[in-house]
């Protein structure tokens, strides 16, 4: 392999000088069990979600696993029809809710927040550690539920069914109400650290774009959580008490749901998708050496994203009868939200042009991320057609479009930015060769799986169906297969990751030589309190004009 | 967005409260009032006009006290933005869907006054699917 | 001038000031979620409403009306009594502002005990939530709706009300306590917000609730 230009920089500029392993930072200070489960520290509090995260991650992919297995063949038995309804179920439930929305905005964005605003810590550390515990409990009542049988009505709860069911749903309603709890306790806390404790002199339009992506997610989180809240409060009361709004026999209206319940979870998609351009507005400066091209271009989109991502959840009720007068509206309305995604699509691309890349794996990570917002972005835009989603609701090709951005892009993002800023949180280096075969073989995994979804969804197999003609076997074998390799690529992405806690190199400070602020001022990993005096930050993040000192990294001592 | 003034509120005294707070009531004996008069379909706009009133007068002059200039201004008239929208694009679909589509269903939604259509407790032309257990 | 409670200077804060505003910002962000959650039963209504409208109003008609405008007045001098309460604790007087919450904490119980006997006399009477309606004098498809609607919003208005009414007592006791001073009265002065927005949600719930016009 080439070298990379960070490695020339390395040999040729004076700036860059050997790693050192501070003596006391946030991982040692204070070890005990109580000091990290009672801690107000956000550094270990990021930690502690990403942990928790990652375990459900691997929970909701067993499931995703187990549905492949069955859909191998048209009439198997691997699993009964219900089972297979509950696995659907319970993967969607733990993806979203128990691993996208937390992964990128509490766990990396709680762990970077202060340190990229100059701050000691977040604005209300307390409620934070409070968010964390909810979040804790609301998982427990979760996998109450999913031990106690689960739910069998698919991760949107539509009624009447989700009020008459006779499996547990009780629990995993009341589960996802805690965890909202958790997340608009975080959205709050962010909002006001932002407003509040920016360093002095460090104004909205020179934050870093990472830091604008987690607050238009704060504003959306804000807005959109407590519709869901009462929401799926109200199911569960119609459930399990008869006192409800949903009951057609008694004059209610089952749609009525499927509007509060999407006014939540369409702006939920951009609380997975806009930490994860976040992430990857910082990737593409930090791999091209360039600061982003159009700043303010990328601060009207997060902010329009998160604005107009509320105007368009009837596009998911086109075939639900919702009227015709409506569905127009919400089909154009969610045009809109396509513009602002182009924009930022075009800007990272313009960044990367005459920059000097590195293809480290964020970066081969953000290749994919690229390719595949573009195509599941396209084929939302398509599915936001009226006249040409009623062919295509409730089949694969919906499944393969929501697949390609939620793992596509989100779960891309997440896994380029841990390995990004995996130095400035553990102080360790990754290795990089495992590392860039897995981010290939993940996004080769990727394609193979997803895309005979499109084939299969537009030739009109329907989605939550434990059985299909055997027309359309092949495809789902070569679906399920790429499914393996994509579970392949992550384990070995995983393992890298947790190997090289132990036995990584030393990264020093900054070992990317990274313009971004929060490896300016801090260790890494950073001290306990993040700065010892108000940080100096340059003019604009990611300045490259003049090379940010960089550390190399150096072999662990045995 | 950087130091506050906690001093700036201190213009709003007790006399300035006791007024409002005059108004406020009068304006809920007024809804009150107006009730009784037959007002046919004006009736909702105006009672809810008359409650934004209050809302408005309870966020400016009781809420004010405790707010200066910034972001804290926008947060709930923010809130009541989306609310709105909530309810404006459900209502478009409620208003303009395909009769049968509605909770109502082929009934007519305008009974007569007073009238409750022949039969039981459920009274619907349609039957609805039974509630399990 | 007394030194500032130790709750006034918390670390990561560079100034008492920045914390206050901190704080108030948050309660101001706080109550319009809280507006949110009360939003999905506002657009139920709004549907149910066009859907049934005879129905609806029918239903209004057995509200008790009197006791709405008797409910919402106490609520509204509540609320004047506890931004008077602000006024003092700004000033200092601290049994004036302990004096003026406790009033509208008896306000507040007073509004529950009263609205609870609304409550109890809806629920003899048959017009009970959901599938448990038998109210014989209106048996109209959608009238059940009303009252379920009805219940629901006005219990979670209560829930909120007791929220309120716990967060003011605690401020009382902190005032009580001598924690709070001229210069630090950011506990009376979040939760009194807190207790303002119970009233403004109840500014809503008495015309759509209590002020149907009869048919």
Same mark, same amino acid.
Do not use: E, K, N
């Given at each position: 392999m080439r070298p990379s230009p960070l490695d020339e920089e390395a040999r040729a500029r004076p700036n860059v000088e050997l790693a050192r392993w501070p003596d006391v930072h946030y991982l040692n200070h204070e070890t005990s069990v109580r000091s990290w489960l009672f801690t107000h520290d956000h550094k270990r509090i990021g930690v502690m979600y990403l942990a928790t995260v990652g375990v459900f991650f691997i929970l909701g992919g067993i499931y995703a696993l187990l549905i492949r297995i069955q859909l191998l063949s048209p009439e198997s038995r691997f699993v009964s029809p219900l089972a297979y309804n509950r696995l659907f179920t319970l993967h969607g439930v733990t993806m979203v809710w128990l691993f996208m929305i937390p992964a990128i905005p509490s766990g990396l964005g709680n762990f970077l927040y202060p340190l990229m605003i100059g701050a000691k810590d977040v604005a209300m550390p307390r409620l934070n550690l409070l968010s964390l515990w909810i979040f804790w409990a609301g998982a427990l009542l979760t996998v109450i539920g999913m031990l106690w049988g689960g739910a069998d009505t698919g991760w949107t709860f539509y009624t009447p069914y989700s009020t008459t069911t006779s499996t547990a749903i009780v629990p995993v309603l009341l589960g996802v109400f805690v965890i909202g709890l958790s997340t608009i306790a975080t959205g709050l806390n962010f909002v006001v650290t932002v407003h509040t404790m920016r !360093? %002095?002199?460090?104004g909205w339009m020179r934050l870093p774009l990472f830091l604008w992506a987690i607050y238009g997610t704060a504003l959306i989180q804000l807005l959109a959580t407590p519709v869901l809240g009462l929401t799926v409060l109200l199911v569960s009361i119609e459930h399990f008490?008869?006192?409800?709004?949903?009951?057609p026999a008694l004059g209610g209206d089952p749609i009525l749901f499927q509007h509060l319940f999407w006014f939540y979870s369409h702006p939920a998609v951009y609380i997975m998708v806009l930490p994860a351009m976040g992430v990857i507005s910082e990737v593409v400066c930090a791999f091209s050496r360039k600061n982003v091209a159009g700043y303010r271009l990328i601060v009207i989109s997060t902010v329009g994203i998160a604005g107009v991502g509320f105007f368009t959840w009837g596009h998911h009720m086109f !075939?639900?009868? #919702?009227?015709i007068p409506a569905s127009g509206a919400f089909g154009i309305l969610s045009m809109f939200v396509g513009i602002f995604t182009a924009i930022k699509v075009f800007t990272w691309t313009y960044t990367m042009y005459r920059g000097a890349i590195s293809l480290r794996a964020p970066m081969i990570y953000l290749f994919g991320f690229l390719f595949l917002l573009v195509f599941g972005g396209m084929t939302g835009i398509a599915l936001a057609t009226t006249s040409l989603d009623l062919h295509w609701q409730d089949t694969y090709f919906v499944v393969a479009h929501f697949h390609y951005i939620m793992v596509g892009s989100v779960m891309l993002a997440f896994l380029a930015g841990l390995h990004y800023w995996w130095p400035k949180l553990f102080g360790k280096t990754y290795f990089e060769r495992p590392a860039t075969s897995a981010a290939a073989v993940v996004g080769f995994g990727f394609i193979a799986t997803f895309t005979p979804q499109f084939y299969l969804g537009n030739m009109g197999m329907p989605r939550r169906y434990a059985f299909y003609p055997p027309e359309f076997q092949w495809l789902n074998v070569a679906s399920t297969g790429g499914a393996t390799i994509l579970a392949i690529g992550i384990l070995i992405a995983t393992v890298n990751l947790l190997v090289s806690l132990r036995y990584g190199a030393i990264a020093g400070d900054n070992p990317w030589g990274s313009g971004g602020f929060e490896w300016m001022g801090t260790t890494s990993p950073p001290a306990p309190h993040n700065f010892t005096a108000p940080p100096q930050f %340059?003019? #604009?993040?990611?300045?490259?004009s003049v090379a940010p000192r960089r550390t190399l990294p150096r072999a662990s001592p045995p | 967005m950087t130091e506050s003034d906690q001093h700036s509120g201190r213009h709003v005294g007790p006399l300035t409260l006791l007024v409002v707070w005059l108004v406020l009531v009068g304006d809920a004996a007024a809804n009150f009032g107006l009730f009784h008069v037959k007002l046919g379909s004006l009736q909702l706009p105006v009672a809810l006009g008359l409650a934004t009133l209050n809302f408005v007068l309870l966020l400016w002059f009781f809420m004010h006290l405790a707010e200066v200039r910034g972001t804290r201004r926008f947060a709930l008239p923010v809130g009541v933005l989306y609310l709105l929208l909530l309810l404006a694009l459900t209502l478009l679909d409620v208003t303009t869907r395909f009769p049968p589509a509605r909770p109502n269903g082929l009934a007519s939604s305008q009974p007569e006054a007073g009238a409750s259509p022949a039969g039981s407790e459920t009274n619907r032309t349609e039957p609805g699917p039974s509630r399990a257990p | 001038m007394p030194p500032l409670p130790k709750a006034a200077i918390q670390e990561q804060f560079g100034t008492p000031a920045r914390q206050k505003e901190a704080a108030t910002l948050a309660m101001w962000v706080f109550l319009g979620t809280e507006l949110l959650i009360f939003s999905g039963l506002f657009v139920a209504y709004g549907e149910y409403r066009y859907t049934f409208p005879v129905a609806f109003q029918m239903a209004g008609s057995y509200a008790e009306h009197g006791l709405g405008l008797v409910l919402t007045i106490l609520l509204l001098t509540s609320s004047f009594l506890a931004t008077l309460s602000v006024l003092a604790a700004r000033q200092g007087k601290r049994l004036a502002t302990v004096g003026l919450i406790g009033l509208t904490v008896a306000l507040g119980t007073l509004f529950m005990v009263l609205h609870l006997a609304e409550w109890w006399h809806h629920a003899r009477e048959g017009a009970l939530p959901g599938r448990y309606y038998h109210f014989d004098k209106l048996t109209l498809p959608g009238a059940s709706l009303f009252f379920t609607l009805f219940y629901l919003t006005t219990g979670l208005h209560m829930l909120h009300v007791t929220i309120g009414l716990a967060l003011l007592s605690w401020s009382a006791l902190q005032a009580l306590l001598g924690r709070i001073t001229a210069e630090y009265t950011t506990p009376v002065e979040v939760t009194v917000l807190y207790w303002h927005f119970v009233d403004v949600i109840w500014t809503f719930i008495f015309p759509l609730y209590y002020l149907l016009a009869r048919p």
């Open positions: !360093t %002095p002199g460090l008490a008869g006192i409800g709004i949903f009951d !075939t639900s009868g #919702q009227s %340059p003019a #604009q993040p990611h300045d490259y | - | -």
